[in-house]
């Protein structure tokens, strides 16, 4: 399962879309290690001793540009057309639907701002791997598909503003008792991981008195906490949602307690990528993610392809 990506991404089960995807497709959801929804919301940090764990994340993740980028922006020669790659694997956010459209979460993100920004959009599909190599080429002004903001894509490419988080997640069986998420009130629980993850590094730190009960993949780890054999399970909140909502959880489990955000271990978010020598463009495309979410239209692309809300 890989995950937002700088290399890989997480594969999982869903179900639900506005156009059908088959199981297959859904399978192909790549996790990133690990981890990232939404630049656009706050991620507040609740902390524990030294324990730092997100309850309840409301809305808009502060942005790194001041006043002054943005005025710089709305001096900037209007661009008639924003030319975006993405690829086309990584559903619900890039993927070609069955009549072969190119549709998705950041599809319609990036559709939203050039609306915003009252410009044409383009947006052409390469592979994951051809994605960097096409912007600094300038074949493109901008790749919206999903990748991690981390030292190594910096060296290569600028970002906008992140739009989108991959929290941790816990989930039980809907018929167990209410507990908190807590360290404490999770104390002698048994608790389903994936080994080699992100979220297991995350439970040994803080959750030294749960039972870890590790499995090899995520898909071993939902299924024990389904079959009864774990008490929770700690996952990729976007994976989980989809399973949660799709077939394979037979509907016998649920989302507890809130996001888990701490970047150390969920990573510094997803964004736009836009060329080192072009500033203009992601000025911008930040104004255009501003007025997206100012607009509504980003809470209602959320709706659309979320099944299960992750925040």
């Not at 992140?162 to 608790?191: E, N, Q």
């Not at 749960?210 to 929770?232: I, M, W």
């Not at 993610?289 to 709706?303: H, K, P, T």
Request: with cysteine.
């Amino acid at each position: 399962m890989h995950w937002p990506r700088s290399g890989n991404r997480t594969k999982n089960s869903r179900t639900t879309f506005p156009r059908a995807i088959s199981i297959a497709a859904q399978m192909k959801l790549r996790s990133h290690l690990l981890c990232l929804f939404a630049g656009a919301m706050a991620a507040g940090l609740a902390c524990l001793g030294n324990f730092a764990y997100a309850q309840d994340q409301s809305s808009q993740v502060g942005r790194a540009d001041t006043q002054a980028g943005a005025q710089r922006a709305d001096a900037a020669p209007r661009r008639v057309v924003i030319r975006f790659l993405t690829d086309s694997d990584f559903p619900p956010f890039d993927f070609y639907d069955e009549d072969g459209v190119l549709v998705g979460f950041n599809v319609d993100l990036a559709r939203a701002i050039c609306l915003e920004l009252n410009t044409s959009c383009d947006i052409k599909a390469r592979p994951w791997e051809e994605l960097f190599a096409g912007l600094k080429k300038g074949d493109a002004d901008a790749v919206i598909a999903g990748h991690r903001v981390t030292a190594a894509a910096l060296k290569q490419v600028d970002f906008t503003d992140r739009y989108f988080h991959t929290p941790g997640r816990f989930a039980g069986r809907k018929d167990s008792a209410k507990v908190d998420m807590t360290p404490s009130g999770l104390d002698g629980k048994r608790i389903a991981v994936a080994r080699g993850t992100a979220h297991e590094a995350y439970l040994r730190t803080f959750f030294h008195d749960s039972a870890l009960v590790v499995y090899e993949n995520p898909d071993l780890a939902r299924e024990a906490l389904a079959a009864g054999k774990a008490d929770f399970l700690f996952d990729d909140g976007i994976s989980l949602a989809f399973w949660l909502n799709g077939t394979l959880s037979r509907q016998c489990c649920e989302m507890r307690g809130g996001p888990f955000l701490e970047p150390k271990f969920f990573g510094d978010g997803i964004a736009i990528a836009v060329p080192k020598n072009d500033p203009q463009i992601r000025l911008l495309l930040n104004k255009g993610l501003d007025r997206v979410r100012a607009s509504g239209r980003f809470e209602e692309l959320v709706q659309r392809y979320f099944p299960v809300r992750i925040y």
